[in-house]
Structure formats: C-alpha cells, structure tokens
C-alpha cells in the first residue's frame, strides 16, 4: 500500500538547479524518514541524502554537500530534494525510498520499506 512517486527531474546544463519531489500515499510521510539515491548509467546506487521524520536528523553524502538541500512537508506528504550548481557527474535516475526506522548508515537500502519508480536528472557538459 506504501508508494512514492518522484517528479521533478529533467535535463539542465551545468550549473543549473532542479526541484525534485517526493509525493507519498497510502502512509503518512511524517512517520518516516526519507532517503534519496541516484543510479547512473553503469554504476551501482548511491546515497544522496537523508531527512528524518521530524527533520532533526539530516545527511548528505560528500558529492553533494553544499549542492543540495533537503526538505519536507508532512502536512503534503512530501519530501523536496533542491539540487543547485549541478555537474555532469549527477547525472542518474534518482529515487526516494522511505524507513519507518533507521540508523546511521542510512545509505543501506535495507532500511528502507517503499521505493518510488525514480525520476531522471540529466545534467551536461
């Protein structure tokens, strides 16, 4: 019954910015933290960033320290990944996934009990 749905990505230049959103249904957003990873083309998952469910606990992985924001508005059920001064090297499909618990090695998609279907950030030269 827990699903997530991304939206927001497209394809920008360097140093563009893009909004990407994270609607849920069939659960309350605010009883979970959310995780974003991104896959490119190739290359294994990573984690991007991490807002736990009062937004008292907030990570990014070093690529995008600085970059990228994350948010959330649990009232909308949505969680928001601001991404700004993009590079080539962001260029993947990006995904959601959402954790009812969690510890600190949030990029371990084990935690997590939903994922979305993903959004494509392209991102060139």
């Known amino acids: 019954q827990l699903q997530l749905v991304e939206s927001g990505g497209g394809s920008v230049q360097r140093g563009g910015s893009l909004t990407l959103s994270c609607v849920a249904s069939g659960f309350s957003l605010g009883s979970y933290g959310i995780g974003w990873f991104r896959q490119a083309a190739g290359k294994e998952r990573e984690g991007v960033s991490f807002i736990s469910s009062m937004s008292d606990n907030i990570h990014y992985t070093e690529p995008v320290k600085g970059r990228f924001t994350i948010s959330r508005d649990n009232a909308n059920n949505t969680v928001y990944l601001q991404m700004n001064n993009l590079k080539p090297e962001d260029t993947a499909l990006y995904s959601c996934?959402?954790?009812?618990?969690?510890?600190?090695?949030?990029?371990?998609?084990?935690?997590?009990?939903?994922w979305g279907q993903g959004t494509q950030v392209t991102v060139s030269s």
């Open positions: 996934a959402a954790a009812k618990q969690y510890g600190n090695t949030w990029t371990s998609p084990f935690w997590y009990d939903a």
